[in-house]
């Protein structure tokens, strides 16, 4: 008998296919602290999440039987994954099954914010009839702005346009190509802060992606633009949107999510006339409720009875003699993924893998899912080696793999070419006995770096004195370089410089080197 354990409120009606298994026992018990849930996982070989469960390390580490943790909805923030991986417990969830209750919510929470809604409502409860105060705005023929055109994003955007709106759309793997068919204007962040009457973000929340509207955005956006989020607290900066509303430039907010939730009782949204709030709901209508239970208890007896499943967020499954050739790669494989989509400038149509060597002689699929991971990792937090591929596919990105059985240089090389409409970048590396993981090429320039923590990669003309004048601006401002590289083809044609620095370069110093004469490209990279 398997034991699943159902750890907070998930619809009865989605579950049912668990509860009607003969070989399996579904018990639910809500509520409970990390400690209570510590003192019975043990007993249990799944567990059923949404949101309010945090199923942390301590919690895995107790779940000597846990095979599956099942998350009734998309976001596995409140999951975590690392200690799942490290102990081999598979994490799935069910990301499709409410993608309609959060965009209806958004679009609720556009119109309620237009017309102040909840504002109204409250007065004329409190006996008041006033009908002076609520002259709200129409959605049609108004812009809006969205950043995020996944899932939840592009049905927005589709019922935006029924709403005779124009539509502007931001997102890393959103292509001229896809945005047209959606007919949504490809924008910048920028370009929809200073152009939108309504922005609305459905982003996961990444390092990236932490106040992508922030203090910067707001100064250039048009008075009386309206701001919405039901993604996840902390894309919008809070505080920021908070003096923009106070000064006039933001007319009202509409938010269903938090930095912290739930927020504390002194918030500065809960006291604000212009910011209508909800207490994450967009995924609680009865229809996605079920989805996601149905969705996810389905994936959770086939990880049970040990069949094949779709929606892992984390498992690798490798054969064990693949695994023992391609295993020494896999981090060096994420890394250059990482390093070169950190590289390339709009939005990534095709990734080029190329092996060469004796790696070429074993399946490489493994290796490559580790490689396009590592590129679509930079804005999807939920990707990883088991779904790598189908979010690439989902993103209509081609992916080509070339093998040669020799290389001219190394044993083995794994190159990376990311080809957007602005450019092509390539980044390759191999692993050198006794020196571990290096990058030994960049673009066209040979290169042997390290690929770890911050790096500044700079390309500049190939002149005396360059390098003397990015390290004193560097020292200058405290920045402290542990190592230097510079590639270059020719002697006094272009160059690249790779610099290890101990800290991560603050903004200003990178807009200063930006300015130094004879360089003409500055990126920051960490990894
Ligand atoms: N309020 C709720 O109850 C609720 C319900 C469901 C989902 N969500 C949240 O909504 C968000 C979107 O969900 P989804 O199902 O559409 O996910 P999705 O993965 O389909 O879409 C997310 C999109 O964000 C894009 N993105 C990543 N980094 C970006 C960046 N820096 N700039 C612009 N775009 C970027 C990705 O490329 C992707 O297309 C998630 O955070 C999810 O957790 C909230
Ligand atoms: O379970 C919920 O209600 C939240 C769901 C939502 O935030 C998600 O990421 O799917």
């Known amino acids: 008998m398997y034991k699943v354990l159902v750890s907070d409120p998930i619809s009865d009606l989605g579950i049912q296919q668990l509860n009607d298994a003969v070989d399996v026992i579904v018990d639910k018990k ?6 209570e849930l510590i003192a019975i996982i043990g ?54 099954g409410n993608t309609i209750a959060t965009c209806e919510l958004t679009f609720a929470m556009m119109m309620s914010v237009a017309r102040q809604i909840p504002q109204a409502y409250k007065k004329t409860v409190s006996g008041e009839w006033d009908r002076k105060t609520f002259v709200g705005v129409e959605l049609r023929a108004k812009v809006l702005g ?20 124009e539509v502007l759309g ?54 009386g633009v309206r701001i919405i989020n039901c993604a996840r607290g902390g894309i919008v900066d809070e505080l920021a949107l908070v003096d923009a509303i106070n000064q006039g430039i933001v007319a ?31 995924a609680s209508t009865i229809e996605a409720q079920e989805n996601v239970a149905i969705d996810v208890s389905e994936e959770v007896l086939h990880i049970l009875r040990n069949e094949p499943f779709k929606n892992a967020v984390n498992m690798p499954p490798v054969p064990a003699n693949v695994l023992s050739v391609l295993q020494p790669y896999f981090q060096l494989g994420e890394k250059l993924g990482r390093f070169v989509g950190k590289l390339t400038e709009g939005a990534v149509q095709e990734i080029i893998v190329n092996y060469a060597g004796d790696l070429s002689d074993v399946d490489t699929t493994p290796l490559t899912r580790h490689i396009v991971k590592g590129v ?24 080509v793999v070339q093998k040669a059985t020799t290389s001219k240089t190394f044993t083995n090389l794994v190159s990376v070419t990311l080809k957007s409409k602005n ?5 390759a590396g191999t692993l050198l006995s006794g020196y571990g993981e290096r990058i030994v090429q960049i673009d066209q320039y040979p290169v042997d770096i390290a690929p770890e923590g911050n790096m500044l990669l700079i390309s500049h003309s ?43 370069a603050p903004r200003e110093v990178l807009e200063e080197l930006g300015q130094l004469t004879d360089l003409l490209h500055v990126k920051a990279i960490s990894l």
Do not use: W
């Open 30 to 35: 809500t509520g409970l602290k990390e400690d």
């Open 43 to 96: 007993d249990y070989d799944a567990l059923l999440v949404r949101s309010q469960t945090k199923v942390t390390e301590r919690i895995m580490e107790a779940g000597k039987k846990l095979k599956v943790v099942g998350r009734a909805g998309v976001g596995v923030d409140n999951i975590d994954l690392e200690a799942a991986t490290k102990r081999g417990i598979v994490v799935i969830n069910a990301p499709d």
């Open 146 to 165: 969205i950043i995020g055109m996944g899932r939840i994003g592009s049905e927005v955007a589709k019922r935006a346009k029924v709403f005779g709106m």
């Open 170 to 223: 931001y997102d890393p793997f959103l292509t001229e190509d896809r945005a047209e068919k959606m007919g949504v204007k490809l924008c910048t962040v920028n370009e929809i802060a200073a152009q939108a009457d309504f922005i609305t973000v459905h982003t996961p929340l990444t390092p990236e992606t932490r106040h992508i509207i922030g203090k910067a955005q707001f100064n250039i956006m048009k008075k």
């Open 252 to 282: 009202g907010a509409a938010f269903d999510v938090f930095e912290e939730e739930p927020p504390a009782a002194d918030h500065p949204f809960l006291n604000n006339p212009n910011i209508i709030v909800t207490p994450h709901l967009g």
């Open 376 to 399: 679509l990792i930079n804005h999807l937090e939920e990707v990883n080696i088991v779904n790598a591929m189908h979010m690439a596919k989902l993103r209509e990105l081609n992916i």
């Open 423 to 427: 450019e092509e970048r390539t980044v």
């Open 462 to 504: 190939d002149k005396p004195g360059i390098i003397g004048r990015v390290g004193t601006l560097l020292g200058n401002n405290q920045v402290n370089i542990a190592s230097m590289q510079v590639g270059r083809k020719v002697i006094g044609g272009s160059a690249v410089m790779v610099l290890s620095i101990d800290k991560e």
